[in-house]
């Protein structure tokens, strides 16, 4: 049978005998090899397609640490403040632990797959006006008024358990790629990448850590402008955040590895998101395809080096947010359900 990360790292994670052993199998995605956008950008490109996890996003791995923690540690409930995955994952995990589960959503911001996941898993869904900064310092007041355990990143089993996807692909590579672009929002993710790299690299595992290459949306790109932002925008709902609250952390990965934080439009992240899935054959959900529309960026201006090995994470599934790609979309062909009609139209 399959397992999840908390047996698959076991040695690596901080477990003890009183932690739960959850798993919905999370982790063990798979990395693809683009073969049409390597070729075409003269690079060796591989995503990590975390959109394939058990709800069906990168959250799922420190999600399961975290919640297992929690009832190690004695939670009766959980409550996080999120742009959706998190809430996902989190109503997940708690329906899979037989807890409750309290989710803070901003109203009109969180895409329909993902409201959909929260409240078919049982979470008490509640959506506020505000954005997703306000929803997380009400959930942060939440959680100390009332006894509730924070599943947001500000929980650090959360982050460790996200390490584990930088692991993966070190495993699976033998060795690690030579740049990695990821999706900033909350800052959390790149630098449990960063942090995994490190772990790998004192262990010996690998020689070198990536050049960590933060996207942003222009809308919310707080870690671009270097200032916080109060009204965050963008189409990648997923990382409409304005006040990244692992900021810190994220700037010094950032620094330590020769990266750099690059903001694209929401115009290119749509037209990513679009060439990923012809060209390639994946769908992503718009705030993955960040990271596809900063390479392209990149190449675009001549500063994509050729020849070097680029692991691009898809955080989420393009599933979950059918919406935003169907603003831009022709709708199908409609036609009489006849012969003469079809061939009309195959003939054209
Ligand atoms: C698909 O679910 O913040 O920089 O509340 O869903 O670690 O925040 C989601 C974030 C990237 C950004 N890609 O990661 C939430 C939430 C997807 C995401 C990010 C998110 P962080």
Not at 177 to 183: M, T
Not at 210 to 231: K, T
Not at 236 to 248: C, D, E, L, M
Request: aromatic share 8%; charged share 20%; glycine share 8%.
């Amino acid at each position: 049978m399959r397992s999840g990360i908390l047996e698959n790292y076991q040695d690596l994670l901080p477990l003890n005998e009183r932690t739960p052993g959850y798993s919905l199998c999370e982790g063990s995605t798979p990395l693809v090899h683009l073969r049409n956008l390597s070729r075409e950008m003269s690079i060796d490109l591989n995503v990590k397609f975390e959109g394939l996890n058990p709800t069906g996003s990168f959250k799922d791995r420190g999600m399961v640490l975290a919640v297992a923690k929690a009832v190690e540690n004695g939670a009766r409930a959980l409550i996080c403040a999120s742009t959706g995955n998190t809430s996902a994952s989190a109503a997940a995990y708690a329906a899979h632990a037989g807890l409750n589960c309290y989710v803070l959503l901003p109203s009109g911001f969180v895409a329909k797959g993902k409201l959909a996941q929260a409240l078919i898993y049982g979470a008490k869904v509640i959506s506020i006006t505000g954005n997703f900064d306000k929803a997380l310092e009400l959930a942060r007041d939440a959680s100390r008024e009332f006894g509730l355990a924070i599943v947001n990143s500000v929980n650090p089993y959360r982050l460790i358990g996200q390490r584990t996807a930088s692991w993966e692909i070190c495993d699976e590579l033998g060795k690690s790629p030579e740049w990695l672009f990821i999706p900033v929002g909350n800052a959390g993710n790149i630098s449990a990448y960063y942090a995994g790299f490190l772990k790998y690299r004192s262990l010996g595992r690998i020689a070198r850590i990536p050049r960590l290459m933060g996207i942003q949306a222009e809308g919310a790109s707080p870690m671009v402008s270097r200032e916080m932002i109060d009204h965050p925008e963008t189409i990648a709902t997923a990382i409409r955040i304005g006040k990244p609250v692992s900021y810190t952390k994220a700037v010094k990965a950032v620094r330590n590895t020769e990266g750099a934080f690059i903001s694209v439009s929401d115009d290119e992240i749509m037209n990513a998101q679009k060439m990923l899935a012809q060209k390639d054959g994946i769908f992503a959900e718009p705030a993955s395809c960040a990271t596809i529309a900063g390479i392209w960026k990149l190449f675009l201006q001549g500063d994509l080096p050729s020849g070097i090995s680029v692991t691009c994470i898809l955080t989420g599934n393009g599933l979950k947010d059918p919406e935003a790609p169907m603003k831009y979309l022709p709708d199908p062909v409609e036609i009489e359900g006849d012969w003469m009609s079809l061939k009309e139209v195959l003939n054209k």
